[in-house]
């Protein structure tokens, strides 16, 4: 028996997220054919994060395991063939029998990406959520500080959520703006919640606004209330860029 190690790129558009649902097209039940495809058993495939319905990742990390000889060298050609364009194999890697890419990650990073400019995108228009208004991105980085440290985030977390419980770390969250109107929110922590950091880039926008003061977060963190922050950010925003181990 053999445990693979994956790296994943993908274009979330298409799909109805990582987590295979009957009838619908998704991330990992379209490796897991591909899998089938190469070595001809059905596999299960564990992934380090569920993405939602439309967000995208650069380096989403998966396993399964096989008794396939397939060499290593051959995996990410092999998948390759067989996935849809907007799902590519980076890398693969022998993995220990014990290693799953899910309960192993000690922390993820993700980037939400909000288009801030008067005109929208034709080619990112997949990539990041159109907000004409001005955003003003000193009050947004004095209002992230509040979501530093390890919280109840029970305020970001999705209506439906099935986490055992809303006790998440954030690490560090940073705000860049770049010339073309682009404004990047990285943020990084163990692990997040259900829709978890849409919520959080909604809210954040909120302050851009000016509907929200900075130190309003705070408040918003101690209410453990879903409806006193704001909407949940578009997915089309949202990459999964880093998993760590």
């Given at each position: 028996?053999?445990?693979?190690?994956?790296?994943?790129?993908?274009?979330?558009?298409?799909?109805a997220g990582w987590q295979a649902q009957p009838g619908l097209p998704t991330i990992q039940g379209a490796l897991a054919a591909a899998v089938k495809a190469v070595t001809g058993t059905d596999v299960k495939i564990i992934g380090a994060s569920r993405t939602d319905a439309g967000v995208h990742a650069f380096a989403q990390t998966a396993n399964f395991?096989?008794?396939?000889?397939?060499?290593?060298?051959?995996?990410?050609?092999?998948?390759?063939?067989?996935?849809p364009?907007?799902?590519?194999?980076?890398?693969?890697?022998?993995?220990p029998l014990n290693f799953d890419s899910r309960r192993d990650s000690t922390g993820k990073t993700y980037i939400y990406k909000i288009l801030n400019r008067?005109?929208?995108?034709?080619?990112?228009?997949?990539?990041?959520?159109?907000?004409?208004?001005?955003?003003?991105?000193?009050?947004?980085?004095?209002?992230?500080?509040?979501?530093?440290?390890?919280?109840?985030?029970?305020?970001?977390?999705?209506?439906?959520?099935?986490?055992?419980?809303?006790?998440?770390e954030v690490k560090s969250i940073e705000i860049l703006e770049n010339p073309d109107g682009i404004m990047e929110i990285t943020v990084n922590g163990t692990a997040f919640l259900r829709h978890m950091i849409r919520i959080m880039a909604g809210t954040l926008v909120a302050?851009?606004?000016?509907k929200l003061k900075p130190e309003d977060i705070s408040c918003i963190i101690g209410e453990r209330d879903r409806t006193k922050a704001y909407a949940t950010a578009p997915a089309d925003g949202l990459i999964l860029m880093k998993v760590e181990y």
């Open positions: 028996m053999r445990n693979i190690r994956l790296t994943l790129e993908y274009e979330g558009t298409c799909y395991k096989t008794e396939s000889s397939i060499p290593i060298q051959s995996v990410i050609n092999a998948l390759n063939s067989k996935l364009p907007d799902i590519v194999v980076k890398g693969a890697e022998e993995a008067q005109c929208p995108s034709a080619l990112l228009r997949r990539f990041s959520w159109f907000v004409p208004q001005r955003l003003d991105a000193e009050k947004m980085r004095e209002a992230s500080g509040y979501f530093i440290g390890r919280k109840d985030f029970s305020s970001f977390k999705a209506a439906d959520s099935d986490a055992v419980h809303s006790i998440r302050v851009g606004k000016g």
